[in-house]
């Protein structure tokens, strides 16, 4: 398992996200993007919680300060913080040059990206991008 830049957070090998909550998470014309909550079982992240956060900056770029706030609540909960959710309003489900981007400034951090032809789960590992695996329950 692998440690993002913040030691204390741990980033699964695997994503399981449900069903039901995936539905939730579906491009509507335009970016949307949340964090993704939940807790790690070995090497697995189950998501039990997607908050959408309000716009960012650009075309795709979280506030920090409102992606902050989600982790600090989602702690107070007692959910660990897994990573993020993006939509793409077109295209397979993977990481587009600025993705990668900023995928490298929290390494281990999962990134869930939803389009209209399925899902798919990434990380910045190791110098590279890296699928996991999704597992939707």
Not at 54 to 78: Q, T
């Amino acid at each position: 398992m692998d440690h993002a830049v913040i030691a204390y957070h741990r980033h699964p090998a695997r994503i399981v996200v449900p069903e039901a909550l995936l539905r939730l998470i579906r491009p509507g014309g335009k970016e949307e993007a949340g964090v993704l909550l939940g807790r790690v079982e070995g090497e697995s992240g189950v998501v039990e919680e997607a908050w959408r956060l309000a716009e960012g900056v650009g075309s795709f770029r979280l506030n920090p300060v409102e992606w902050m706030r989600a982790v600090l609540r989602g702690e107070e909960m007692g959910l660990e913080y897994l990573g993020i959710y993006h939509t793409h309003p077109g295209g397979p489900p993977r990481p587009s040059p600025l993705d990668v981007r900023y995928m490298m400034e929290c390494p281990g951090e999962v990134w869930l990206i939803v389009t209209g032809e399925g899902a798919a789960a990434w990380t910045w590992v190791g110098g590279g991008v890296k699928q996991l695996e999704l597992h939707v329950a």
